[in-house]
């Protein structure tokens, strides 16, 4: 698709090479497909350990379960969504799948209604061979409680000495409490100002838990009217590129955060 030197091509081996001889590489991807080559080449590094300790949903709140005790969450097949008793499990609630993207068979139960729709959507034939199975698995789900608030999107990364660095807040809307959509993004000085160091107490000591250095990352979260704040997932290996978030920054703030995570930058926010 290339047919000059404009993009500077190495084969597979030297990326493998040039990846595994560093302690903490600097790696960005810009799909989350690229995740099945990470598994496969690079399984001498703890890098795919701490991806999955994202990527999985499960692992994510297990990860988090000493930060957030009460936070009510559990794995379930895809099989038993047909036969569950809803009348067990506490409304609202929120099902996705343990290994997911981009809010696909993500639905926000509330009533029997709800709950029904979910349960005609989530099956093999519906879910099976929309992306590799690294990066969607739709064999395995996670229940858990619906947090209030209004929902953020941040751009951040742990740099070469672990600190975080955030590189964007965005306030995610939606059109109403079941939208579990990807379309509106907004950021602004205040919302920076108002959540930063928020934000970066919040991602410390999950930092710190998975021995994170030069990993880029795109965090969601939900923040209660007493400015508590519970996380919803955090995305591995990339920022908010799906839906062109993750240039919005630059657009904003005058701030490339490709270049900022490559050269380890912090951005000057006053």
């Not at 994202?54 to 297990?62: L, P, S, W």
């Not at 953020?152 to 742990?158: K, L, M, N, T």
């Not at 839906?243 to 919005?248: H, V």
């Amino acid at each position: 698709m290339i047919h000059d030197d404009t993009l500077n091509w190495i084969s597979e081996k030297q990326a493998k090479n040039k990846i595994t001889s560093s302690e903490n590489p600097l790696i960005y991807t810009n799909s989350e497909n690229s995740l099945s080559w990470m598994f496969e080449h690079l399984k001498t590094t703890k890098r795919p350990d701490q991806i999955r300790l994202f990527k999985d949903k499960y692992a994510f709140r297990e990860l988090c379960k000493e930060l957030f005790p009460d936070f009510l969450f559990k794995k379930i097949t895809i099989e038993e969504i047909q036969t569950i008793a809803i009348s067990d499990l506490k409304m609202p609630f929120v099902i996705k799948p343990s290994l997911g993207f981009f809010s696909i068979g993500v639905h926000i139960i509330h009533n029997q209604e709800d709950w029904l729709t979910a349960q005609k959507e989530l099956n093999y034939d519906n879910l099976k061979n929309i992306y590799p199975k690294e990066v969607m698995d739709a064999s395995t789900f996670i229940i858990e409680e619906y947090i209030d608030g209004e929902e953020f999107a941040i751009d951040a990364y742990f740099n070469a000495l672990g600190e975080v660095v955030v590189l964007n807040i965005l306030h995610h809307k939606f059109s109403s409490s079941t939208d579990v959509s990807d379309r509106v993004y907004s950021t602004s000085q205040s919302i920076i100002r108002k959540y930063k160091t928020a934000v970066e107490a919040f991602l410390n000591p999950i930092g710190e838990k998975a021995v994170l250095k030069n990993f880029p990352l795109h965090l969601e979260i939900r923040i209660d009217k007493n400015g508590v704040i519970k996380p919803i997932e955090i995305n591995p290996q990339r920022f908010g590129g799906w839906c062109t978030t993750g240039d919005l920054s630059w657009y904003a703030f005058n701030i490339n955060s490709y270049v900022y995570f490559f050269q380890n930058k912090k951005p000057d926010w006053d």
